[in-house]
Nanobody, 117 residues
Framework: VQFVESGGGLVQPGGSLRLSCAAS????????MSWYRQAPGKERERVAR????????QYLDSVKGRFIISRDNSKDMVYLDMNNLQPEDTAVYYC???????????WGQGTQVTVSS
């Protein structure tokens, strides 16, 4: 199992980023996928999740209306479009298979998102 996240960076408040995650080693199209984030000194939290085929989504309250999770089952990719970014969104972002909880113990390296003026 492998997850490779990319797309992070430094952005000013109000800016946007698109994160990408390439997944491999399991049957991607049958699994819920989630994005998590971990800020310094805080526990990892789930930001968004998407169902395998219909594409039902759920979001952390603090990102509703700003973040959009999507997936491409033909490419085993999951995305997170982040808009109107705020300093409190600063964290390392990870993708993981699973909806209610992580399916695997192996995490990717994550991608750093820093929101600062």
């Amino acid at each position: 199992v492998q997850f490779v996240e990319s797309g992070g960076g430094l952005v000013q408040p109000g800016g946007s980023l698109r994160l990408s995650c390439a997944a491999s080693g399991f049957t991607f199209s049958t699994k819920h996928m989630s994005w998590y984030r971990q800020a310094p000194g805080k526990e990892r939290e789930r930001v968004a999740r998407i169902s395998p085929t219909i594409g039902n989504t759920q979001y952390l309250d603090s990102v509703k209306g700003r973040f959009i999770i999507s997936r491409d089952n033909s490419k085993d990719m999951v995305y997170l479009d982040m808009n109107n970014l705020q300093p409190e969104d600063t964290a390392v972002y990870y993708c993981m298979a699973g909806g209610a909880s992580p399916l695997f113990d192996t995490w990717g390296q994550g991608t750093q998102v820093t929101v600062s003026s």
